[in-house]
């Protein structure tokens, strides 16, 4: 069975959409027993120096707060991260139809380089986190418009044979969930919650849609435009947070 951490209050996060994180450390003590305390897991990672720690699936304001709670006591109790870490995110979309999953990855695809601009340089296009399309580290694993429009995968998602690739689409045959791979490693519970309000409100607005609307809004869009639409169509704060 699935542990959840889950409220029926969502003025905080702003999204009912499910989601999770994993958060990589270079150095920390195990920790085994205060992660199992409050509902995470800790775990090996051979990438790693330090521990994973894993949350439950989470949603509302619950889920946001405990995010936010044991992300800022890693920090207190010693934690560290380094480039070699990441802070991986878990959208649930199980409810999200097939024209809305390719509407999504559409949206991620054209606005690549805005949410690039978001996180460190030194997690742009890295092994584990490459860029959908025109990454330095293969091409065997890329996904583009044409990908996203004629995928036979019978929920819509781009076809991946690896799980690296900053939209990590292959997490949602075993979780119904996309995985977003690219922001720095982190002890800092405000830029993850709102990393999560980024992305779970994203989900929410795309998955609405149909693919010809995402191509027709964004398809002929500088990125400082596509930053201005997403202005208008999200919560402005959020977005106040990265420019």
Not at 1 to 7: K, N, R, T
């Amino acid at each position: 069975e699935v542990s959840c951490i889950e409220s029926d209050d969502y003025d905080r996060i702003g999204s009912r959409r499910t989601f999770g994180v994993e958060m990589e450390t270079d150095t920390c003590d195990d920790h085994y027993e205060w992660a199992r305390g409050h509902g995470w897991a800790c775990c090996d990672d051979g990438s790693i120096n330090g521990k994973e720690f894993v949350s439950p699936v989470l949603s509302g304001n619950a889920g946001y707060d405990s995010a936010k709670d044991f992300i800022n006591r890693m920090g207190r109790m010693g934690c560290t991260v380094s480039e070699d870490c990441g802070f991986h995110l878990h959208i649930g979309v199980s409810d999200v139809s097939t024209d809305g999953i390719k509407s999504i990855a559409l949206a991620y695809h054209y606005a690549r380089n805005v949410f690039e601009a978001w996180v460190d340089k030194s997690r742009r296009d890295t092994y584990y986190a490459r860029r959908n399309e025109g990454s330095k580290h293969g091409h065997s694993d890329q996904w583009g418009y044409d990908d996203i429009i004629n995928s036979e995968h019978p929920n819509g998602c781009p076809k991946q044979s690896t799980r690296y690739v900053w939209i990590n689409w292959k997490a949602y045959d075993r979780f119904k969930t996309f995985e977003v791979r690219s922001h720095e490693p982190t002890c800092d519970g405000n830029a993850v919650c709102n990393w999560i309000r980024l992305h779970t409100e994203f989900a929410d607005i795309f998955g609405k849609m149909t693919p010809r609307q995402v191509v027709r809004k964004f398809r002929h869009l500088t990125d400082k435009q596509i930053v201005r639409e997403l202005r208008v169509m999200m919560n402005e704060t959020v977005i106040d947070y990265y420019t």
